[in-house]
């Protein structure tokens, strides 16, 4: 298993991976128009996803925030969305010459997206139990 550690990446590199998928987020039919209407501020929203995977991959410990409770509130999301950022996520580390990097990204990926989807229907359904991702 690979893990967090300033020597698997550097800082170039996961900001490469940041604007890189950003990117395509942007360009999505699917996804863009909500991250379009709820990023008000890309430069803000990309340097805190920038600290984000820094955190993650390199164990900087820079991310604060609490990302649970913005993305719960979004409306009228469901799996196919979720679903659809892992797919664009993946198609971008598939591109990095980073290989640690990027086994550790698409481990982590997954794991970020069930989170984020458990919490959302907790959030907006409480009463039933949560279903999974499957992205298969």
């Given at each position: 298993?690979?893990?967090?550690?300033?020597?698997?990446?550097?800082?170039?590199?996961?900001?490469e991976?940041?604007?890189?998928?950003?990117?395509?987020?942007?360009?999505?039919?699917?996804?863009?128009?909500?991250?379009n209407?709820?990023v008000?501020?890309?430069e803000?929203?990309?340097?805190?996803m920038?600290?984000?995977w820094?955190?993650?991959?390199?164990?900087?410990?820079?991310?604060?925030?609490?990302?649970?409770?913005?993305?719960?509130?979004?409306p009228?999301?469901?799996?196919?969305l979720?679903?659809?950022?892992?797919?664009?996520?993946?198609?971008?580390?598939?591109?990095?010459?980073?290989?640690?990097?990027?086994?550790r990204?698409?481990?982590l990926?997954?794991?970020?997206a069930?989170?984020?989807?458990?919490?959302?229907?907790?959030?907006?359904?409480?009463?039933?139990?949560?279903?999974?991702?499957?992205?298969?």
């Open positions: 298993m690979v893990s967090s550690t300033p020597d698997l990446c550097t800082e170039e590199e996961v900001s991976l940041v604007h890189a998928f950003y990117a395509k987020v942007h360009e999505d039919p699917l996804l863009a128009p909500i991250f209407a709820h008000k501020d890309w803000q929203h990309l340097a805190k920038v600290d984000f820094s955190s993650t991959l390199r164990g900087t410990a820079r991310y604060r925030g609490t990302p649970m409770p913005r993305h719960a509130q979004l009228g999301l469901d799996p196919e979720f679903k659809r950022w892992l797919s664009l996520f993946h198609q971008t580390t598939r591109a990095l010459g980073n290989a640690a990097m990027r086994d990204a698409d481990m990926a997954p794991r970020i069930e989170s984020l989807w458990y919490g959302y229907q907790m959030y907006n359904n409480p009463s039933s139990l949560p279903r999974d991702l499957d992205p298969r």
